[in-house]
Every structure is written in structure tokens, then in C-alpha cells.
């Protein structure tokens, strides 16, 4: 495999770990990094050895040098700097949320398409271990055909300390953490027709939602909850894990707090450790996240040296984004949302 060159745009609190993973992955690296403040690039292009430094996108586009561009902004810049690299035919990785609205996201995806670039959403905790246990049970035939599911995360971890500006957005908790979830209960029960969504903000200190229950219809005539707090306290803190339920025509599977994944058919029940790697850069309790950055990124190379689409493509993600999109609205209207109506 040969050694692709990356630029990073955005050396923020979670740019440290998607660098971490480029220093891991096999056949990639940085060689360029960008960002708007002069003190979080030199932090980080010290921390990394980089040399190679911007403060304005066009300028490190205009020198170039690289064979795909990793954009860890903020929502704000997204569209802005994917259709940047489009126009510079750069395939393009971008951080989630993927974009501002529906139609940007469309917008970008279309510019990429025309411009013939892989593009890829940041999408990771799909690619997190435990949820990949999950999804190989599915397809080994563990419980037959799934008709039920329920994909939760619960907690009272702060999250605003390291990144306080998820407390000032009017969108919170489904934007920035059930994008995810919705995204693995796409993953493991296949796309969904309809949504019905009911949130709450429970934490006065913020201006978004920050409890979110969401009912989806799948396509395959499976039901799902997914549901998300940040305001649950509990005696054993699972941050940052994402539990599974799915009942099956032939067993049940449960992904449990602690990495415990259990499946229970005809032949009984046994429970497998599934616990993510600690990695060498890691540290707990977000090892299961830091982790599943360095497979996506492993996969994203991967997939350029074949040639071949990303499992969260910008076209995929459209499918994510339009779930986040339809869960605000039905809250909002207190309606059921047709799903497909939105991505036509």
C-alpha cells in the first residue's frame, strides 16, 4: 500500500485524536494542518511534528501536496470547505454534524459527485468495536430476523467541559450524539421510512435538547427506540457506551454496560467480552471512541487504494442526516415524519 499524504483543517479537542489515529494507520499520514488559531496549530503541529502550517484553507490548497484533506471543523465551515475540495479535486473526509441543513448536505454531495471525489462523513461509532460484534451476529444468523430494537445512550457525563460550545447551540443532543445512534440503528436495522421524536432539555445551564426518545420504522418492517440523555444519572456511569437490544424471530441480543455482548437462541445463551483495545495513545473511558476513530480512518484509506465506496459516504449519510432532520421536526410538529419525503 502506498503512502497517501492528508491535511488536517481544524486542530480542536477532537482533532487530537483523529491525529493519534493518522500516526496508527497503515498507509496514510498528515503532512499538512490548518486552523484559524495560531495557538491550537502550534500546539498541535508541535505535538505531531508537522511543519507544514495554515491559517487559511485556500492558502493550503493553493500549495497543495496532498492526496486527500481530513476536515475536523466545526458544522459552520463545513459546506464551505467540502466544496472547497471539491473544486480542488480532493477527496474530502468530513467531521460530523455534516452540515447546517438538508439541502447544504445535498449540496455537498452533489459537488463532490460532480467533481468525482470519494467523499466521507466522520461517522465513527459505527466502526466501534462492540457495535461491529453486534452486526457480525446479525449476519451469522445468531437470531434469525430482527422485528424490534433499541439503541440507547444514557449519561450524566459533562461533555461541556472539553467542548462548551455544545451548550450555546438551540440544537443539542440529537445533532451531536443521537446522529450517531440513529446512525448505528440505520446500520444494524437497515434504512427507516418513518419517524417519531420527543425531546426534552432537562439541564437549564444549556439552550438545546439534551433528552431525546425517538421511534423509528424501518424499511424492513422492524420497530426501533432509539433514545439518548445526557441528563441520566446512574450508579455505574456508562459514558461513552451505546447499548443494544434487538429481538430476533429466532434469539434475542444484547449489548450490555461493560462491553458484554449476549445472545441467546436455540442452542442457549453465551456472553462474549467484546471491550474495545485500550490504544497506546487512549484513555479511558473514551478509548471505545478514540478507538473506532483510527478504523474508520483505516477504512477510509483502504477503501481509496481499492477504488471502492465508504460504508458512511456523503451519499449514505444523507439517510443519517435526513433521520436528525425528521426526529427536530416531529418534536417540533409533534407528527410522525415521513422520511423518504425528505431525501426526494
Known sequence: MTELKGALIGCGFFAINQMHAWNDVRGAGIVAICDRDPERLKIVGDQFGIDRRYGDA??????????FVDIATTVQSHRFLVEMAARNKVPAICQKPFAKTLSDAKAMVEAC??????????????????????RKALDADAIGTPFWGRFSFRSAYDVFSGQPYLAEGERFIIEDLGIHTLDIARYILGDVRSVTARTKRVNPAIKGEDVATIL????????????????????????????????????????????????????????????????????????????????IQQHWVVQLERGAEHSTSGADNLK?????????????????IDVGAMLR
Open 113 to 134: 459527485r460532480n467533481a468525482g471525489i470519494p467523499l466521507m462523513v466522520h461517522e465513527n461509532f459505527r466502526w466501534q468495536t462492540p457495535i461491529q460484534a453486534v
Open 58 to 67: 485556500e492558502a493550503l490548497f493553493a500549495d497543495g501536496g496532498f492526496d
Open 216 to 295: 423509528l420504522d424501518h424499511e424492513s418492517g422492524a420497530t426501533s427506540v432509539v433514545d439518548v440523555s445526557y441528563a441520566t444519572k446512574l450508579s455505574r456511569e456508562p459514558f461513552p457506551e451505546t447499548l443494544i437490544e434487538l429481538d430476533g424471530s429466532e434469539g434475542t441480543i444484547r449489548l450490555t454496560q461493560g462491553y458484554g455482548l449476549q445472545v441467546t437462541n436455540a442452542k442457549g445463551t453465551t456472553t462474549t467480552d467484546v471491550s474495545p483495545k485500550l490504544l497506546s495513545w487512549a484513555s479511558r473511558p473514551w478509548h471505545n471512541i478514540q478507538e473506532s476513530v483510527y478504523a
Open 320 to 336: 443519517t442526516f435526513a433521520l436528525v432532520e425528521a426526529a427536530y421536526d416531529s418534536a417540533a410538529e409533534g407528527q410522525t
